[in-house]
């Protein structure tokens, strides 16, 4: 059974130029619907491949670790293509973990991007493909989501709980916003 009052940590990327080494991501602390607890941040490289560890690093050394009972994370990766392997975060924190897109991703021009960028493009393409994408109806228009270490009839749920407008949760919105607000001085 899930409280009303249960936190989320939600977790975005900042704006970055493809020609910066590396960029701040944030992840929020927020109690349903849309109490602020939190702010954390660590940083990724673009393009890279440390996504996953720096994330499990970040929450599992945060005072608030304990609290967090689901983890939000803004899309399948942060900088670019530095995938998030949600088994592999969930596993590390023994947290239940859902990435949430508002778009359906497209795997062709995914692929085709990957293609002309990386050579581990097929490790890289198989790791985003990887986990089951649902539709989830919401007021507006659907949103995406993958997930790992939890059902997809508590994922409507902890939506339900923490979206207070259009399609994002909360937790992501306010990641978003702080990342912006750091890096281009306003959000």
């Known amino acids: 059974m899930i409280k009303d009052q249960i936190r989320a940590m ?9 020609s910066d080494k590396e960029v ?15 702010v954390l941040s660590t940083t990724v490289e673009i393009d890279g491949t440390d996504a996953t560890n720096r994330l499990i690093e970040m929450i599992n050394g945060s005072k608030f670790k304990e609290q967090i009972k689901v983890i939000f994370v803004d899309g399948a990766a ?5 995938l998030v392997d949600l088994e592999k975060l969930n596993y590390g924190t023994k947290i239940p973990c859902v990435s949430v897109s508002r ?5 062709q021009e995914i692929k085709k991007a990957m293609k002309g960028h990386f050579d581990d493009w097929e490790k890289k ?9 649902h539709e989830i109806k919401t007021k ?3 949103i995406y989501v993958q997930k790992e270490g ?17 399609r994002l949760p909360e937790p992501i919105r306010l990641s978003h916003i702080i990342a912006s607000g750091v890096v281009k ?3």
């Open 10 to 18: 939600g977790i975005d990327d900042a704006p970055f130029e493809f």
């Open 150 to 166: 939890v059902d997809i009839r508590t994922v409507k749920r902890l939506l339900g709980l923490f979206t207070m407008q259009g």
């Open 185 to 187: 001085g306003e959000s």
């Open 125 to 133: 393409y198989m790791q985003i493909k990887k986990g089951e994408l």
């Open 103 to 107: 778009e359906r991703p497209d795997f």
């Open 78 to 82: 942060l900088g670019g293509f530095n």
């Open 140 to 142: 507006d228009s659907p």
């Open 24 to 38: 701040m991501v944030v992840g929020t602390v927020t109690r349903a619907p849309n109490y602020l607890e939190g």
